[in-house]
């Protein structure tokens, strides 16, 4: 047997082994048959390794000093197969990264310092860097704390996994957009320069956060957003809609024919339903999604902090959230997919409260947002309907069908022009176990 130093800990609401680099064989294809033997597959049980028989505790990530002075740790992320011999590299997973935080600081790579260490992660898939900020105390993670999670019992300390390069982070064969370093002005974000895009007889926000989306009033496609992924893809009329909104949406933001491509994804939208922000069904790109992924939430994330945009409008405030956001957690948290009618109820009664635009109320302001941007430019004034923009630091919950996931979008106003500077996912992590794993020779 040969033993390997291995650190198993719980990123988000998945659960993966953290290894040193030089802990394991540097060929790629023996570190492969190595992680395949600590994991316990091919077999669906993973009996025979640490691995849970479930492709969200079947991860790995491997970690090593970073010889770039700008950054701390490189890191791959890998996913080996359950079922089959395969470890697949360039696996995008904000939970396993919020663990990698916490483990440069337990394994020496990265001092603690102050309440909460920044450690810069730069991925060895893509080159793209990540930023997790881990809470510390007495010079080691504090993995106790407040924070809820969906997909996770209890409350752990808060972690936010940062996305400072999101359009370097897209996996092999996605197209991404043409993204600055740093910050992110409304210009770039918006590749067709308008806040709202008048696609037919449908408006839509089309941005691009690291993932291009098209976003869309669920009401405007004749459905509430509140529906199971089941219901909505078994509806070939909206189905058929969708792709549509898709190919048009393609053109627009300089993708050209998407019919074969994967982006952009559609996202439809409605009022949050359970003290949520805003509610989402992702179409990735024909099937409903579960959940949202890290860089489409941050995506809806930074619309929704973006005046004039489909998000922005229906967005439930903050202050109007405050009396139901206890109930929304737990809803949140004890998710299995479907919600209720009651729901629904609140959110239709939370949209009527706040004010917001009804579906076509939405398209009606979009032929004149798109006019006013097309004339003028997308001033912070104009995207917000003659309300000047503000920046700062705003959060977000987006319901979706298995729980909720909290974003953090910071932005800047400078004269007309609003930019998108930091944008992070609200996540948690803690050490399970340390210790030495035996590997099959």
Do not use: W
Not at 135 to 143: A, I, L, S
Not at 240 to 247: I, K, N, S, Y
Not at 248 to 263: H, K, N, P, Q, W
């Amino acid at each position: 047997m040969t033993r390997i130093p291995v650190v198993i800990m719980r990123g988000g609401a998945s659960k993966g082994a953290y290894f040193l680099s030089a802990d394991l064989p540097a060929s790629p294809q023996d570190r492969d048959d190595v992680l395949l033997s600590i994991m316990g597959s091919p077999d669906p049980r993973q009996i025979d390794g640490i691995g849970g028989g479930d492709l969200r505790t079947s991860r790995v990530a491997v970690v090593s000093r970073s010889a770039d002075p700008a950054v701390d740790v490189d890191c791959l992320l890998l996913q080996v197969r359950v079922d089959e011999p395969r470890v697949s590299a360039g696996l995008l997973c904000a939970d396993i990264l919020a663990g990698v935080g916490p483990f440069a600081i337990e394994r020496g790579l990265v001092a603690a310092s102050g309440a909460t260490t920044p450690v810069r992660v730069r991925m060895a898939v893509g080159g793209a860097l990540v930023i997790v900020h881990v809470p510390v105390k007495g010079g080691r993670p504090e993995y106790s704390g407040e924070t809820a999670i969906s997909g996770v019992p209890g409350r752990a300390a808060r972690i936010e996994v940062e996305f400072r390069e999101a359009g370097a982070l897209l996996p092999a064969g996605r197209k991404a957009g043409a993204l600055p370093p740093a910050g992110r002005e409304a210009r770039v974000l918006l590749p067709s320069g308008r806040a709202v895009d008048d696609l037919g007889e449908v408006a839509a926000t089309l941005i691009d956060n690291g993932t291009p989306l098209v976003l869309a009033a669920a009401s405007s496609l004749g459905v509430s957003g509140y529906e199971s992924p089941t219901r909505l893809e078994y509806d070939e009329r909206l189905r058929r809609r969708v792709e549509a909104l898709r190919m048009a949406a393609g053109e627009r933001m300089g993708l050209g024919d998407v019919r074969a491509a994967i982006d952009p994804q559609v996202c439809l939208l409605a009022p949050g339903a359970e003290g949520g922000s805003l509610c989402t069904r992702m179409f990735v790109p024909h099937r409903v999604h579960p959940g949202i992924e890290a860089l489409a939430a941050v995506t809806v994330g930074a619309a929704a902090a973006l005046p004039g945009t489909i998000a922005a409008d229906l967005a439930v405030p903050a202050d109007s959230r405050a009396g139901l956001a206890a109930a929304g957690m737990a809803a949140g948290l004890a998710a299995a997919g479907v919600r209720a009618a009651a729901g629904v109820r609140a959110a239709a009664g939370l949209r009527a409260a706040a004010g917001l635009r009804a579906a076509a109320g939405v398209r009606a302001a979009a032929g004149l947002r798109a006019g006013l941007a097309a004339a003028g430019g997308l001033s912070a004034s104009v995207a917000a309907g003659g309300e000047a923009a503000s920046g700062g630091r705003r959060e977000f919950r987006l319901e979706h069908p298995s729980g909720f996931a909290d974003v953090v979008v910071e932005t800047d106003v400078a004269g007309a022009v609003i930019t998108v500077s930091r944008s992070a996912v609200v996540s948690t992590a803690r050490l399970l176990l340390e210790g030495e794993v035996h590997v099959r020779v």
